[in-house]
C-alpha cells in the first residue's frame, strides 16, 4: 500500500464539489456500488441511523433543487442520494457527514462528480420527507448530487477556491504554537 499512498493522499485534497453535470445517466450499476460503499461506512456505535432514497428522476431532483439555499445545484444532477437520519444530535450530523464524504470519494473513484446539498430548515426538510414518502421519524438533512462533471463550466466561485495555508489553522502542542524545528 505505501506505493499508492501518494494517489491516495492526491485523490483526497484533489476532491472537490461538482454543481454542473453532464445530461448523462449515471450507470445503474455505479449507483449500487456507491450504496454498498454507504452502506459499510462507519457510524457512532454501529447504529447506521441512515436511509438511502436514491432519485434519478429529473423532475423529482428538480423539485428538491428547490428545497433549500444550498440545493440548486440538484436540479441538473442525473441521480442523487438523500440521505435521511434517524435521531438527532452530534453523532448523527457526524454519520451524515461521514457517509456523504464516503460516497463522493467512491464517486470519483468510479469517475463521477458529486456534491452535497443540505436541506437546512425544517421546512424544507417537511417538503422533501412529503415529496419522497419518508416516515417521521427520519430527517432527510441532506443529498448527494451524483454525475459526469461538465468540465466546460466552472464549478466554484473564484472567491472560494484555495485553501488558508497550514500556519493559519494548524498549533503544534499548544494553540498559537508552530510546528518545532527539526521536526
Not at 129 to 135: K, N, Q, T, V, Y
Request: proline letters at 6%; a negative charge; glycine letters at 10%.
Amino acid at each position: 500500500m505505501t506505493a499508492r499512498t501518494p494517489e491516495i493522499l492526491d485523490a483526497l485534497r484533489g476532491l472537490r464539489q461538482t454543481r454542473r453535470f453532464l445530461d448523462t445517466p449515471v450507470d445503474p450499476d455505479d449507483l449500487e456500488r456507491l450504496l454498498e460503499v454507504a452502506r459499510w461506512t462507519g457510524s457512532a456505535k454501529n447504529s447506521q441511523p441512515w436511509h438511502l432514497v436514491v432519485v434519478t428522476d429529473r423532475a423529482t431532483n428538480e423539485t428538491l433543487a428547490g428545497y433549500g439555499d444550498f440545493t440548486a445545484f440538484l436540479a441538473g444532477a442525473p441521480a442523487s442520494i438523500v440521505v435521511a437520519v434517524e435521531g438527532e444530535g452530534r453523532s448523527v450530523a457526524y454519520d451524515d457527514g461521514r457517509l456523504q464524504e464516503r460516497v463522493m470519494l467512491a464517486a470519483a473513484a468510479l469517475g463521477l462528480g458529486s456534491g452535497t446539498a443540505w436541506f437546512s430548515s425544517a421546512g424544507a426538510r417537511r417538503r422533501v420527507r412529503e415529496l419522497l414518502g419518508l416516515p417521521q421519524h427520519l430527517e432527510p438533512w441532506s443529498a448527494i448530487a451524483l454525475g459526469r462533471t461538465d468540465t466546460t463550466q466552472a464549478q466554484a466561485a473564484p472567491q472560494l477556491s484555495g485553501r488558508r495555508p497550514l500556519e493559519e489553522i494548524v498549533s503544534w502542542g499548544r494553540y498559537g504554537d508552530p510546528r518545532p524545528e527539526g521536526d
